[in-house]
């Protein structure tokens, strides 16, 4: 089954404990994305990936890394995450020739206290 | 400043009948635009999609309808069916092939 991947679906964590999102495609889809989803602010791009080893940011990247070592894996990094990154995340992956129809991941809530 | 507002935040009809849910942009860099549809716990899903130089797409009950003069584009849902309660996202997207920009939902609630 053609999926996107996420773990945690759920995390409570501290301020200033990094942690690390897994974001998986198993379809061979060059682009892969993070968004974060907050209430009166919508679906925000937080970092994007064109291929392996080329990533660059999106709207909102500050506080949070990326990397893109493997096509099937984009994980999201909190090096020392703060309350207002308290939110849903969103990963999602498309082939780099479509128009955009972007396949998503069920969502990460995480939350900074 | 948004550039892509889907002005309703919730919207309710009766089983059977057809649902509307608008959307206004203001980026008329915009050549391509999409709906997406999200049920709760659950990522968005690709719903339906339609370039610039058309002004319709239909793809079953689902139909959209693209006014560029209006910047305006609305999606319709006929019949609507119980099922079809979910939260839908109008987005635009600038031709960069970058990011797509991503209005902030209508929460469709279909009554049996």
């Known amino acids: 089954e053609a999926q996107v991947t996420q773990n945690p679906r759920y995390l409570i964590t501290v301020t200033g404990k990094k942690l690390t999102v897994t974001c998986s495609q198993n379809m061979n889809h060059e682009y892969m994305s993070w968004y974060r989803q907050d209430p009166g602010l919508g679906l925000r791009q937080i970092y994007y990936?064109?291929?392996?080893?080329?990533?660059d940011k999106g709207d909102v990247p500050e506080g949070y890394k990326v990397s893109r070592k493997e096509k099937r894996n984009f994980p999201l990094i909190l090096e020392s995450p703060s309350p207002n990154q308290t939110s849903l995340y969103f990963c999602?992956?498309?082939?780099?020739?479509?128009?955009?129809?972007?396949?998503f991941g069920p969502g990460t809530r995480l939350t900074v206290l | 400043d948004q550039q892509v507002k889907q002005n309703s935040p919730s919207l309710s009809v009766q089983e059977g009948r057809i649902s509307i849910l608008n959307c206004d942009y203001t980026n008329s860099m915009f050549d391509y635009f999409l709906w997406y549809k999200k049920y709760p716990a659950e990522g968005p899903t690709f719903l339906i999609s339609i370039s610039s130089i058309k002004d319709k797409n239909e793809d079953g009950r689902f139909t959209v309808f693209l006014n560029k003069s209006a910047k305006h584009l609305s999606l319709h849902i006929v019949p609507s069916q119980p099922g079809d309660s979910a939260v839908y996202f109008c987005a635009g997207n600038a031709g960069n092939n970058r990011k797509l920009i991503w209005g902030l939902g209508t929460s469709l609630a279909v009554n049996p």
């Open positions: 990936s064109m291929n392996v080893e080329v990533t």
């Open positions: 999602a992956s498309r082939r780099s020739g479509s128009r955009h129809e972007q396949f």
